[in-house]
């Protein structure tokens, strides 16, 4: 497993929290990690791996495996709607040194991932494969979306460095995993 | 228990010289120090992850920024460790800390901070609101206040409101605001931040003598809501807990009310009463000893996480 980010600094996290504020990112927000992103798209956030999901008129924008994304006709997944809407998507491919790890990491993470019942709420998804994990954020408000690609960088970098300190051992550990 | 606390360079009145505690910063604080600090925790106690027994934390209520960075790092330890996780309500754990350093048995609690001011008594394995804030907590009122007379953040705006309040010699009159069980501190902070800069400017009362005031004005609104509370439950003990709880004017002023009452005042120090991790092991010890278990799919956090929803299955 390679290490990721540079640091837990950037912006404020929880973009999906009530009342947080909206900081932008600042130094060492940006991935800075291993993972393969997707490719940014006009007109949206400048960040990695953002791209415009199509509205009604474009074709469909891919995913990591090249299959469609969601919301092809405009609609937010989490039921926002504007008149001609745009849905913003980031992507990012994160490999792990094993399959386990990979899980593990996807576990703890889709566990905040279900949106809040408003409008402009952004919708996280992950997924594993193999030793690779796949985080997909889908947004129809480019504010909302930055704030939630930047809390969860922050918290994957948190995550792995967590898994430096404390993975080794638990490998060590014998497969019964004795508890007291 | 081991006691570690760590801010990282004077973090900690740096945030407050601000506006206060921002999230993002505390979230950025926390996810710098937490797993320095549980290193050391597990060092200072010569305990491994082995020795564990189940990961406790803050479920909420709080911030939310501050509460998911640390959340994630419960779980991912729990993950590891193969330890049985547990939330806990932060009220809670400011609840059973007092008792357990007290030893108080059953008392009826009044729980003022920063961000929370509630009334308490245990019922039916429940910890009910007996009375609470309609709007600002008790903390804020008098934070709020202590920006407006521009007094030190250091090492904290409510205990440089306490020392000044010493010195107060008048008695300026606010709205006192007690509204059945529950009280108001937003219309008394507005009023005094209105009354502050014309009575100073004519010289008609000192920064000391608002300070005084202040104190004197709010603290009797919980002293009289709690002693309601005491006379409801038939209780002969009351706990202060939180971190206006330290403030030495409180519990004097409680104190001479249980006296009256023939009740016994419970109280604890500033270690105690200010937020803790300790408070929150220490509920979470009590809620695994009764077999709570918090399942991964429930362990996210909740900013607004009322005190009497939680099942108290470790009390009769």
């Keep these: 497993m390679q290490a990721a980010g540079q640091g837990t600094g950037g912006s404020t996290g929880d973009a999906d929290g009530p009342g947080g504020p909206g900081v932008p990112g600042g130094p060492g927000s940006d991935a800075g990690g291993p993972g ?10 400048q960040g990695v791996g953002a791209s415009r999901a199509s509205g009604p008129r474009g074709g469909a924008p891919r995913g990591p495996h090249g299959g469609a994304t969601t919301a092809q006709d405009g609609r937010c997944p989490c ?24 899980e593990l990491v996807r576990r703890i993470l889709s566990r905040d991932a279900a949106p809040l019942p408003r409008p402009g709420a952004v919708l996280k998804d992950f997924t594993v494969s193999g030793n690779l994990l796949f985080i997909r954020l889908t947004a129809a408000d480019h504010r909302q979306l930055q704030l939630s690609i930047s809390s969860c960088l922050q918290q994957l970098s948190l995550l792995m460095w967590i898994m430096q300190c404390f993975l080794p051992v638990f490998l060590a550990q014998p497969p019964s995993g004795q508890r007291r | 228990m081991a006691r570690c606390w760590r801010t990282r360079g004077g973090l900690t009145s740096r945030l407050l010289a601000q506006v206060g505690f921002l999230p993002g910063d505390t979230a950025r604080h926390h996810r710098a120090v937490i797993l320095d600090l549980l290193q050391e925790a597990l060092t200072e106690s010569g305990l491994t992850s082995q020795d564990i027994d189940c990961i406790a934390y803050t479920k ?13 790092v419960a779980r991912t330890v729990a993950q590891l460790w193969n330890k049985p996780l547990v939330g806990v309500n932060h009220c809670i754990g400011h609840i059973e800390m007092g008792r357990l350093i007290t030893g108080a048995t059953s008392p009826t609690v009044l729980y003022v901070s920063g961000g929370n001011t509630q009334v308490i008594a245990y019922s039916e394995h429940r910890y009910r609101i007996f009375g609470e804030t309609i709007d600002i907590a008790v903390g804020n009122c008098l934070d709020r206040f202590a920006r407006v ?12 409101i306490e020392q000044m309040a010493k010195r107060g010699k008048k008695l300026v009159e606010l709205p006192y605001t007690v509204k059945g069980m529950d009280v108001s501190f937003s219309g008394i902070l507005s009023f005094i931040e209105d009354v502050a800069h014309r009575m100073l400017a004519t010289g008609e009362c000192t920064p000391e003598d608002l300070c005084f005031s202040l104190q004197e004005t709010v603290f009797a609104m919980l002293v009289e809501i709690t002693e ?19 403030n030495v004017r409180l519990q004097e002023m409680m104190a001479t009310m249980c006296q009256e009452r023939g009740a016994r005042l419970f109280a604890t120090d500033e270690r105690f009463c200010i937020d803790n991790g300790a408070m929150i092991a220490q509920a979470g010890w009590e809620m695994f000893r009764a077999g709570h278990r918090t399942p991964l799919g429930d362990s996210g956090v909740t900013q607004r996480y009322r005190t009497d929803e939680v099942e108290v299955t470790w009390r009769d």
């Design chain 2, 60 to 72: 909420g209520p709080g911030m939310g920024a501050p509460l998911v960075s640390v959340a994630v």
């Design chain 2, 228 to 246: 309601r509370a005491m006379a409801h439950c038939g209780s002969q003990e009351a706990l202060i807990v939180g971190g206006v709880g330290c």
């Design chain 1, 79 to 102: 039921g926002a709607r504007r008149p001609d809407s745009r849905l913003l998507q980031f992507h990012i491919t994160m490999p792990f040194s094993s399959p386990m790890e990979a």
């Design chain 2, 149 to 160: 007379l521009k007094v030190s953040n250091d090492p904290s705006p409510g205990y440089n």
């Design chain 1, 36 to 45: 393969e992103a997707g490719a940014a798209g006009s007109g949206g956030p």
